[in-house]
């Protein structure tokens, strides 16, 4: 699995600093583990911000804080270039270990259950199925099954989105999501995913804010699918 969408360099900084709501880290976990290259980069921003941490005073006023986020963030754009061989090797290291087909993914499992065969659906539209975890804190955490050539109704977020592709691919504005893909979204981003043809498109989602919708059917459908 070689993903072509990755988590945002400011995530990866956040998720090193442990600064991602439990439902956002699972999901961030997510890519990670599939994704030799945000390992990598995750790898760097630990390292770094160990280093960064140590010169700080022990109260670090916002200025230092913000100081702090920005020396990580120009440390690993300069650390880029030196990742791909890395990468290449976590790859090949990746291709070589077994996989069991009915495993959830190790940071889902704590809320969905170990098994794929286990999960039990929510019918949610026809052709969308959903699981929604129980709530760890004000974020909300969602499996999603969507059946192939499904068009999902266009929106936008009100905060921060991550959605994980598992299995099958959807088409949209940002391009072509396939397994293993991550999407990270902000307030700006509006589009409409479509689920691409043969097998349907799982994927797995944390929203720090309920979605925006132009459309006033998918508005009035909201508070039934609490998205």
């Avoid at 900084?13 to 709501?21: K, M, P, Q, R, V």
């Avoid at 790859?91 to 959830?104: C, N």
């Avoid at 974020?139 to 592709?165: N, W």
């Avoid at 990270?184 to 043809?197: G, S």
């Amino acid at each position: 699995m070689s993903p072509r969408h990755h988590l945002d360099q400011a995530t990866v900084i956040s998720f090193a600093a442990g600064a991602l709501s439990p439902e956002m880290a699972a999901v961030a976990a997510t890519h990670i583990e599939v994704c030799p290259l945000c390992r990598e980069r995750l790898a760097d921003a630990e390292r770094i911000g160990g280093a960064l941490l140590g010169e700080q005073q022990p109260a670090a006023t916002d200025a230092a804080r913000s100081a702090y986020l920005r020396g990580m963030m120009q440390e690993l754009l300069a650390a880029e270039p030196q990742m791909q061989t890395r990468v290449l090797a976590a790859r090949a290291e990746a291709a070589a270990k077994p996989v069991d087909p009915d495993a959830l993914p190790r940071p889902l499992q704590p809320y969905f259950g170990a098994s794929w065969r286990a999960l039990r659906w929510r019918w949610m539209a026809p052709g969308v199925h959903m699981i929604r975890a129980a709530p760890r804190s004000g974020d909300t955490l969602i499996l999603l099954k969507i059946a192939p050539g499904k068009s999902m109704p266009v929106h936008s977020h009100q905060g921060t989105e991550l959605t994980q592709i598992l299995q099958g691919a959807y088409d949209d504005a940002l391009g072509h999501f396939a397994t293993g893909d991550m999407a990270d979204l902000d307030n700006q981003t509006e589009h409409q995913p479509v689920t691409a043809p043969g097998v349907p498109c799982v994927c797995v989602a944390a929203l720090d804010a309920p979605l925006r919708f132009p459309g006033w059917l998918a508005r009035k459908l909201q508070p039934l699918v609490g998205l």
